[in-house]
Antibody
């Protein structure tokens, strides 16, 4: 069974940093592209970023470019999102999602990030 | 690419059909010939669930009450007979040029 479990969320002050993780199981992680998608409280979905299966290709939404960094460790079946210079606009549930050929078929349950003083 | 859904809210009667429109600010036809437009359903407190990919392909386990159609910049999700578990928010998403979502359509029972 495909499982994606996000962790690392919590309360952080504006200007602070946080590192999210996504633990994958039930499939060969190194074969799949991955994405991060977020959802602010009561709002719609916003794509955050993408990483190829090898980690060589990474892209970001303009709203997080230069502040967020996506990486992965295929040996540990893990995806990461390093978030720096956080603002209140970054408050959201952060989901990791598995992709194959532009199809985001499996999503984790999400982890909540709250940016507040 | 900006994705615009309509309506933003859709009250429907159980057993009746429902339809949601999604329009993109530019054509979603990729240079590889495919059109990368997906539909997701999200219930409160749950992650999104993929329903339809590449305009009209149902994802694994999705009932055939759901169908997708369209081309270019205009796309539609149809539910042939709405059931109680279909309530929630529906999102379209394009994956042709980077990724972007529509603003969501709330489906509720009358």
């Amino acid at each position: 069974e495909v499982q994606l479990v996000e962790s690392g969320g919590g309360l952080v002050q504006p200007g602070g940093s946080l590192r999210l993780s996504c633990a994958a199981s039930g499939f060969t992680f190194s074969h799949y592209e991955m994405n991060w998608v977020r959802q602010a409280p009561g709002k719609g979905l916003e794509w955050v970023g993408y990483i190829s299966s090898s980690g060589e290709t990474i892209s970001y939404a303009d709203s997080v470019k230069g502040r967020f960094t996506i990486s992965r460790d295929n040996a540990k079946n893990s995806l990461f999102l390093q978030m720096n210079s956080l603002t209140t606009d970054d408050t959201a549930i952060y989901y990791c999602a598995r992709e194959i050929v532009r199809r985001l078929g499996y999503w984790g349950q999400g982890t909540l990030v709250t940016v507040s003083s | 690419i900006v994705m615009t859904q309509a309506p933003l809210s859709s009250p429907v009667t159980l057993g009746q059909p429902a339809s949601i429109s999604c329009r993109s600010s530019q054509s979603l036809e990729h240079s590889d010939g495919y059109t990368y437009l997906s539909w997701f359903h999200q219930r409160p407190g749950q992650p999104p669930r993929l329903l339809i990919y590449k305009v009209s392909n149902r994802f694994s386990g999705v009932p055939d009450r759901f169908s997708g159609s369209g081309a270019g910049t205009d796309f539609t999700l149809k539910i042939s007979r709405v059931e109680a578990q279909d309530v929630g928010i529906y999102y379209c998403m394009q994956e042709t040029q980077s990724y972007s979502f529509g603003q969501g359509t709330k489906l509720e029972i009358k």
